[in-house]
């Protein structure tokens, strides 16, 4: 394996970002589609939420550390310089509409950091956050926006229909993956369509699964586990019978009595064909790039969830990977046209719940603190 110091990573260049054919098109049609979704929970429930990563089962407080002396490559940008930052994360699963925890679909994390100084990217300038949104696989399910676009309609026609079928299919979809896994393999699209595994999702690893700008280079995010009591959860089962917010329930337990810790990895490219900008369906091979640690998030033990969280957090802020340094700058056409889908839902979201959605400057608010 490869060591940091041994790594070389290839400088950032626009050429390695390709515009896709018709991109500005399949911008409109995604933003068209994704606002579809929230129209459509909209008017069936009277509230605005998420069109992806609708439902919340952790909302977190806790510090992130970047420790000096890393390598040149790896001190970039937020991680340029040693320093201690308050983030906040929140702990999701994946469809537009909020459905029972048996219906089991990869799990999100998302992190803001927050008092970040430095240059910032296009309509960010005003804030002082950097966002990673992350999930629970090392790969996108679709290679690229056009890709992309057709998988978010297929999630669009089955919003808010056949609950039931739903949990149907999700145990069919979650036996099929058992046999999968059980001869080595893994299948993106049964998970993403209700067959993940019912696992407690704070012994995951996530992943941005698009990369980013770092600083001079290029790079994928991931955060792991790290303390014993959150490894020991990986792959834990979860009982989720006649327990819609099984999930949330698992989360709150655990952190009415401990504390977590997880490293953030960057795995910097040095391959350019082996580790395409435009192809997020490619696993950058870790033999060739190693996920390196370059700073450790803390959470002590809290109340993981209430309604006043979820109206300061949920409701009241917007995890976004353009919320960035201009250090950190998303890459590729997944994120490129994610760009204006963000802010659509932003205005959504803000417009029908009355709320003002704003980047925080402080967690003081949130934990009551004046």
């Not at 739903?166 to 999968?180: L, M």
Request: hydrophobic residues 35%; contains cysteine.
């Amino acid at each position: 394996m490869t060591t940091p110091a041994e790594i070389r990573p290839i400088p950032y260049t626009p050429a390695y970002e390709v515009p896709e054919d018709e991109e500005q098109v399949t911008t409109f049609d995604l933003k068209d589609t994704m606002h579809g979704i929230s129209v459509k929970t909209f008017q069936d429930s009277g509230h605005a939420i998420r069109s992806v990563h609708a439902k919340t089962h952790g909302l977190l407080v806790g510090e992130l550390s970047v420790e000096g002396g890393l390598p040149p490559a790896y001190a970039q940008g937020l991680f340029a310089q040693s320093g201690r930052y308050p983030a906040v994360i929140r702990l999701s699963t994946t469809p537009g509409d909020i459905l029972s925890d048996d219906v089991s679909t990869p799990r999100g994390l998302s992190m803001k950091v927050i008092g970040v100084p430095g240059s910032r990217v296009e309509g960010s300038e005003d804030a002082t956050t950097q966002d990673f949104v992350l999930v629970n696989g090392p790969v996108f399910n679709a290679p690229n926006a056009k890709k992309f676009l057709g998988s978010a309609k297929l999630l669009a026609s089955t919003t808010d229909k056949a609950p039931n079928l739903k949990r149907a299919f999700s145990a069919v979809a979650r036996g099929a993956e058992k046999v999968i896994e059980a001869v080595g393999g893994e299948s993106v699209v049964l998970k993403s369509l209700g067959g993940h595994p019912e696992t407690n999702p704070l012994g995951e690893t996530y992943y941005s699964q698009v990369p980013i700008l770092f600083g001079d280079y290029m790079a994928k995010v991931s955060v792991a586990p790290v303390s014993p009591e959150l490894t020991a959860l990986k792959d834990a089962p979860v009982d989720l019978k006649d327990k819609p917010d099984g999930l949330r329930d698992a989360v709150v337990d655990y952190f009415s009595g401990h504390g977590g810790e997880w490293e953030l990895r960057i795995q910097l490219c040095t391959d350019i064909d082996k580790m395409p900008i435009e192809d997020a369906s490619v696993e950058w091979p870790e033999d060739l790039s190693p996920y390196v640690a370059v700073a450790r998030l803390r959470v002590a033990p809290q109340e993981a969830w209430s309604t006043d969280r979820a109206q300061k957090i949920d409701e009241g802020m917007q995890f976004n990977p353009w919320h960035a340094l201009a250090a950190h700058r998303p890459l590729g056409s997944i994120m490129r046209v994610r760009k204006e889908v963000y802010a659509m839902s932003k205005r959504f979201r803000a417009e029908r719940n009355g709320v003002e959605i704003a980047e925080p400057s402080s967690v003081d608010p949130i934990l009551g603190k004046h």
